[in-house]
């Protein structure tokens, strides 16, 4: 250790640690001084938008499971399944066959994706199943594990990621229903 170190390492320390403390006691004073703002009708800051996706992004990258969909597109049964429990768990806020949501759905924040505006065939059944069955913190998104069964999430999977291409009778289904919300279960 060269001797100007060894002279001010205690110096050194101390103001490092004064730094870091003065940066937390700010950002605590900011956080309990009401300046930011929980509407969910205003837009987000980009501080926040950028840790949301950040923190996100890396949990995902290291916390989805890479397990593939054990049901099969050719599965009419199936994929029917997953257009019925899509329709009453999901459509709500994420669309229904003609595009539409809910009044809700408009005034969420954070806004949920449109499912069916955006293709996610090419997304991981994994990243999908994780969506579904987890949920997102601090955003209208429930984790539905304690109310579907791991077949049904597997079904919803199967569902979104064959939205565009579905076999006659399940797109006559699909599509019928967005004229009819809620189909009973």
């Not at 505006?117 to 955003?139: A, M, Q």
């Not at 999430?153 to 229903?177: C, G, S």
């Amino acid at each position: 250790m060269n001797a100007f170190l060894r002279k001010n390492l205690s110096g050194i320390l101390l103001g490092f640690t004064a730094t870091v403390l003065l940066g937390f006691a700010t950002a605590y004073g900011i956080v309990i001084s009401g300046v930011i703002s929980p509407c969910a009708d205003e837009p987000t800051p980009a501080l926040e938008r950028w840790a949301a996706k950040t923190s996100l992004r890396a949990y995902l990258k290291n916390n989805t499971p890479k397990t593939e969909n054990p049901l099969k597109a050719s599965s009419t049964e199936d994929l029917k399944s997953g257009a019925k429990l899509y329709i009453n768990n999901c459509a709500f806020c994420h669309g229904y066959a003609n595009g539409t949501t809910s009044k809700t759905a408009k005034g969420l924040y954070r806004r949920p994706p449109s499912i069916v505006r955006e293709d996610w065939s090419e997304e991981p059944d994994g990243l999908v199943y994780w969506y579904i069955d987890r949920g997102v913190k601090l955003t209208a998104m429930p984790s539905y594990n304690k109310t579907l069964k791991e077949k049904e999430i597997w079904q919803i999977v199967l569902f979104i990621k064959n939205m565009r291409k579905l076999p006659p009778e399940v797109h006559d289904y699909w599509t019928e229903a967005a004229a009819h919300p809620l189909i009973e279960q």
